[in-house]
């Protein structure tokens, strides 16, 4: 409830606070689950997919411009022997590899902002790839969040585990993760390998 009034009371500032959190969090630890599913559950869906969308990619990116920097060749020496197939693929059409790598994931969040380092990648490919390429899993992600906000919310008792997976504001949201883990797969086979 402190939160939310917080949020309500002035969204604008609890939006920029958001973005400023996550950018840190990022930057300094890397894992993004927890932030989609607190930006689903105070801004809701729509604004929290917005948010949350824009604060990862921001975060994502500064990490990938300070390890290009400082870590290059630590990670050319622990990584380059498992990916280097795909250096040619990404020369040739840098965002569009970067986009379909961003979209299918599978990847530790923190791992996967570190592994374009070895193709060079744009700083703007980086941002709008990882702003375009994780947008559908985010807004599942969020959808979720915002999902279990609503259940909460909407019971005076908390919700058994099969009330809660059975209710359509959160197994919606697991369903499009499926489609989207699919797709995924579909496309690492026929783009990737």
Do not use: C
């Not at 993004?32 to 607190?38: E, G, K, R, S, Y």
């Not at 105070?42 to 604004?47: A, E, N, P, S, T």
């Not at 969040?109 to 990648?121: E, G, Y």
């Not at 992600?141 to 909460?152: A, F, Q, R």
Request: hydrophobic share 55%.
């Amino acid at each position: 409830d402190t939160l939310k009034n917080l949020k309500e009371s002035n969204i604008l500032f609890s939006s920029i606070l958001f973005i400023l959190f996550t950018v840190i969090w990022i930057f300094l630890l890397g894992f993004a689950l927890p932030i989609f599913l607190v930006g689903g559950f105070l801004f809701g869906k729509w604004l929290g997919t917005i948010l949350v969308v824009l604060s990862l990619s921001l975060g994502a990116t500064l990490f990938y411009m300070f390890a290009n920097f400082f870590l290059k060749e630590f990670i050319k020496e622990k990584l380059l022997y498992k990916y280097h197939y795909l250096i040619s693929r990404f020369e040739k059409n840098e965002f569009f590899y970067f986009l379909v790598y961003r979209f299918i994931g599978g990847i530790p969040f923190v791992i996967s902002n570190l592994i374009p380092v070895l193709f060079n990648i744009k700083k703007r490919n980086f941002f709008f790839g990882t702003l375009i390429g994780m947008a559908p899993q985010l807004f599942v992600g969020t959808s979720l969040g915002s999902g279990i906000e609503k259940v909460i919310q909407d019971n005076v008792k908390a919700p058994t585990f099969f009330e809660l997976i059975f209710s359509p504001d959160i197994y919606i949201p697991i369903i499009g993760f499926l489609i989207l883990v699919f797709l995924g797969i579909l496309l690492r086979k026929k783009i990737i390998n």
